[in-house]
């Protein structure tokens, strides 16, 4: 077997070793399969974009479309017919659709809004922190990493504080990555109670309005008028959906590669004003989204000499675009004061039209978490091997199991 087809059998089989180590194969492919075909388990003819330049110019390419109600048939075979009223928003439409739903959408979703959210997020970190073990092994994963952004983002959405950890439930289940029917059928429940669930919110929000997202976008407007009721249900979806597990992975992978590099997390703590900085480097180096979500050519299209033909589907390798060296200076070192780290440079948060509309708001998350972790627990330690996820199919990078000590003896 070629190094060619052992890469591509690797990111094809997602074996243990490519989930614990992808970059690896992901610089193979880059050198001799830029676009390489995939036969994943779903079926559907797919292609993998893996180069800095394919990446960033897929990504607002107009030829791969983001509305998955065109490619229906090979929709339906990946995510079941559940997910069609979950997927009516921004994330799976394309332009004039989308111009419209994002507009509104941020229109509510303001800057100010999230600016608001400090003091609230910065009382959420303490008080998950102070519920931890300290100088005891214990996963830091479930107990502070991934309850903060669920409970943040039901703080936004104005979800009551007594169905937080159903969120949490339903979206950790949608989110799953699986294809069999056993893992579909909880899946397509998990998607019925959400749009049950929202659809009850909405209308409680609109017999009595509140200081909080859900409720601003069910008044918001504009010239083409406002969201349709399914499209309100749909946008919560995409919020909790889009801003839960991408978050908290994020901030796993960042505590875990600190962790393995005192010298980076002194040079943070040493000068607080990096934080900024190294969250743009800890989303280049090991962002939580490995590949964007599916794209599908409208038209035969032609990336690094390999056309991919109307009607597949495409995957763009952000974790792989993100150590590209014909980008990125020694992309395999994690280094807080990269030169010319500016924010847009990685593709972390996506590009163009799609670029995450949430971005602000998980970095934020990230700097209050990672700075009142190591502030108040600087003797931090590991107690043990950190676990990567092993999932059949690449979509999120991030830990399964993330063991550590709190110690706040530095």
């Given at each position: 077997m070629t190094t060619t087809q052992e890469a591509v059998a690797a990111a094809e089989g997602c074996t243990p070793q490519f989930r614990r180590d992808p970059h690896p194969v992901y610089a193979r492919l880059r050198q001799a399969a830029p676009v390489c075909p995939l036969r994943p388990p779903h079926g559907n003819e797919t292609y993998l974009i893996t180069r800095y330049e394919d990446a960033r110019a897929a990504l607002s390419d107009p030829r791969l479309s983001k509305d998955m109600y065109g490619a229906m048939d090979a929709y339906r075979r990946i995510f079941g017919d559940s997910s069609v009223a979950l997927d009516d928003n921004m994330l799976n439409s394309d332009a004039p659709k989308h111009t419209r739903l994002r507009r509104l959408v941020s229109s509510a979703f303001t800057p100010r809004r999230v600016h608001a959210l400090r003091p609230g997020i910065q009382a959420v970190v303490g008080s998950l922190l102070d519920a931890c073990p300290v100088r005891e092994p214990f996963d830091l994963l479930p107990a502070f990493a991934f309850p903060l952004p669920?409970?943040?983002?039901?703080?936004?959405?104005?979800?009551?504080?007594?169905?937080?950890?159903?969120?949490?439930h339903?979206?950790?289940?949608?989110?799953?990555?699986?294809?069999?029917?056993?893992?579909?059928?909880?899946?397509?429940?998990?998607?019925?109670?959400?749009?049950?669930?929202?659809t009850d919110l909405i209308a409680a929000k609109r017999r009595r309005p509140g200081d909080d997202l859900l409720s601003a976008l069910t008044a918001v407007r504009d010239n083409d008028g406002g969201l349709s009721e399914n499209e309100l249900v749909s946008t919560a979806f995409l919020l909790m959906f889009a801003g839960h597990k991408t978050t908290a992975y994020l901030i796993g992978n960042a505590v875990h590669h600190f962790l393995s590099r005192p010298a980076q997390l002194r040079a943070v703590r040493e000068d607080p004003g990096l934080i900024r900085a190294a969250v743009e480097e800890l989303v280049r180096y090991e962002g939580s989204v490995e590949s964007g979500t599916f794209r599908y050519a409208t038209e035969d299209v032609e990336y690094a000499g390999t056309r991919i033909p109307k009607g597949a589907l495409v995957q763009i390798a952000l974790s792989s675009a993100n150590r590209d060296p014909r980008k990125f200076d020694a992309p395999d070192e994690f280094d807080v004061r990269r030169p010319g780290n500016a924010?847009?440079?990685?593709?972390?948060?996506?590009?163009?039209?799609?670029?995450?509309?949430?971005?602000?708001?998980?970095?934020?998350?990230t700097q209050l978490a990672l700075t009142a972790l190591f502030d108040r627990f600087p003797g931090t330690a590991p107690a043990g091997r950190a676990r990567w996820l092993e999932v059949p199919f690449p979509a999120f990078r991030g830990l399964a199991e993330l063991p550590v000590v709190l110690d706040p003896a530095g």
């Open positions: 669920v409970i943040v983002l039901c703080d936004l959405l104005g979800v009551p504080p007594g169905e937080r950890s159903r969120m949490q339903l979206s950790t289940t949608v989110a799953q990555t699986g294809f069999g029917e056993e893992a579909k059928r909880a899946q397509q429940k998990a998607e019925e109670d959400l749009h049950a669930y929202f924010q847009d440079a990685h593709l972390g948060f996506g590009h163009g039209s799609h670029y995450c509309l949430g971005a602000p708001l998980a970095r934020l998350e």
